[in-house]
């Protein structure tokens, strides 16, 4: 227990527990935790050094002083830091500047101005108070309430889930009118030694390049979005995963924007309804749900608009009065929860009343005819069907939208293929079905086959049936992703954790059936489009590696193999020029890039180039000597060895979380976040 919380407020100083994780270590330690309030010393630094500091100074001196990266800062020295590009000021915050590793400099987001605009923002401001000091305290309050006043206003929480500079553009704005009288000011200092004809020239020419020129050539290449279809093709795939006149809930913007636009505007795939289960707890939508759209025919329902309409059902409980939690066939169920009935309501403290629902238990019924019949089994699958599906809700409140998704399912009756996005991983996202899922493409398709969830593995959901989902992703739509003339921002490259990890799947899954040649396609495919250097996330790429070493294309694997094991090595090259305090302080860092630099090592044992596995686990051996200081000594004595093979590449000697999991945590959290 003291490990656990020391461990937890270890992490809290070095901002790596979002809010998410800090109610969830609260919850799940409130029994034996004293908590005690903060003081007004402690808010006020709060105040201070996080809202003020990190959410406002940093992204003030992004757009005056430059940016390190297109990462969302986590308040380390690695991602989201304002960078001048004065080395010896930028590594009094941020350590070394020099031999970094190609992902860091090679970031299109690293954008720096050496001070320039700031300074002439600051002569502006200057020049502008001596000059007219009423028009300047128009600016400066202005300034400060859509800037400093607004991070009071708005009392940021530690963590959001994206960068929240966009809110902070209008004192950006002002400071920018600043710049334009920095330019005037100087104009003024120069004048004094240099004649008027020669001074407006040079102040032109300093003006332009310091700013104007300097902003744009830093800034062009991670701002053009131009001739970049990524966005589209990842709404295509999610649509071609689903089978014709299907339903697929959606859950955060960045998903559902995508799907409205390629429906709406490219007019692709218009039979397939969309449902944002977020926007799914108004009545509008709802109502819009009800109506034909497109090629797609209204949702089935049976609740009609004055049952769900606002203030009506907006959430529903338990009946307090029924303790025993019987199973009920969905459609009964569903009876309870639309009738209007007075005595099935309950009447809180406040005096509201509200509607219930009778039992957490729901059977829906499996009609294995219109299963087949519809297409939502394949025939050679038949004999897997289930006769029903036993739900067990894990709340006491169900919420209008997580109703009307039940009321879906009621009166659907098996006649219309249901599908998850997946962008996030909560039971209730799936209304407590995940072990019926079918992966097909980027979507999971509700089926009556049951494939309980691995509790060891719990993101990887739902069975495979290889032969639908391969035809499904080898005529996936992939735009220009794997260009290297467009920019590759954030949101592109995180699309690759799901477009990787469930070819890895199904790569496996062709692998298992000793379809090699397919199995190969899909490696290949996924290789093709999501070049490494454009799209991070590594670990992700182990599968590719020891898969093509399970199809007998040993070239393939090794030169992937060479082309990661490269990132980790400039990394730890990286690390190695901190002082041993900065090493400290990012310890966890340093040390989880040596268990993916020996996660990857453990690939090449599906190989068969034993001289080449030897080679490559000595160059790790002689990585982790860089930092054996970290080491206990008896994990050194078993390492460092002497003629023989000395990492044990199955069993590293610390343990570390998967990287994938931790990926599809913070994506999951990500999109539940975005929700608001």
Known sequence: MLNEVAGFKHRFSRGEIDSEEYHGFLMQ?????????????????????????????????????????????????????WLSGINFIDEMRLGPQSNLPSDVENNKGRNTYFFLPLILGLLGIVFHYGKDKSSWWVLMVFFLFT???????????????????????????VFAIWIGFGVYGLFEIIKKYLQPKIAVPVVIGIGLLAAPVLLASQN????????????????????????????????????????????????????????????????????????????????????????????????????????????LSINRWMDWVANDDPRLTVEMQSGQMLQTFPSKN????????????????????????????????KSDVLYKNRMMMFDIIANNNWERPIYFTGGAFNDEEYLWMKDYLQLDGLAYKLVPIKTPVDKRNPFDMGRIDS????????????????????????????????????????????????????????LDLATQNMPVQYYGYYTLLEPFISGYFEVNQEEKGIELYKQVVKTYQEKL??????????????????????????????????????????????????????FKHFYANEIEDEVFQEDSLEVDLENPPMDFPDEETLLKMIDSMENALNEE
Do not use: C
């Open 29 to 81: 330690f409130s029994d034996y935790l004293d908590i005690e309030k903060p003081s007004l010393g402690q808010n006020i630094r709060y105040l201070f050094q996080y809202q003020f500091g990190y959410m406002y100074w940093r992204y003030f001196m992004w757009n005056f002083t430059g940016r390190q990266n297109d990462v969302q800062g986590k308040n380390d020295i690695f991602d989201g830091n």
């Open 147 to 173: 800037g400093l006043a607004l991070k009071v206003y708005l009392n940021e929480r530690p963590f959001e889930p994206r960068e929240r500079d966009y809110a902070l553009v209008g004192s950006f704005y």
């Open 220 to 327: 062009w290449d991670d701002h053009d979005r131009s001739d970049r279809y990524t966005a589209l093709a990842m709404a295509k795939k999610y649509l071609d995963s689903v089978d014709p006149n299907g339903i697929i809930f959606t859950i955060g913007d960045n998903d559902t924007f995508a799907i409205w636009y390629a429906q709406g505007i490219e007019e692709y795939r218009r039979d397939v309804r969309p449902i944002n289960t977020s926007l799914f707890n108004t009545d509008w939508y709802i109502d819009d749900m009800k109506k034909a759209a497109f090629e797609s025919a209204p949702i089935p329902s049976q609740l009609v608009h004055e049952q769900y309409r606002y203030g009506t059902r907006d959430y529903i409980i338990k009946h307090p009065q029924i303790e025993e939690d019987d199973t």
């Open 362 to 393: 729901i059977r829906i019924p499996v009609d294995k005819e219109a299963v087949l019949r519809n297409g939502i089994v394949s025939e050679k699958d038949a004999h897997l069907i289930v006769p029903y599906i036993d739900v067990q809700i």
């Open 467 to 522: 032969e639908k989902m391969y035809s499904i992703v080898k005529d996936w739509d992939w735009g220009n992703s794997g260009s290297s003339d467009i920019y590759h921002d954030p949101e592109t490259r995180k699309n690759a954790i799901s477009y990787r990890s469930n070819i890895a799947r199904l790569s496996e899954q062709l692998i298992l059936e000793e379809q090699y040649d397919k199995a190969e396609e899909m």
């Open 573 to 626: 090259d990286y690390y190695a020029t901190f002082s041993y305090t900065l090493q400290r302080n990012y310890l966890e860092t340093i040390l989880m890039d040596v268990e993916r630099y020996r996660s990857l090592v453990g690939t090449l044992l599906y190989s068969q180039n034993e001289e080449f596995l030897a080679s490559e686990a000595e160059t790790f051996n002689s990585y982790l000597k860089m």
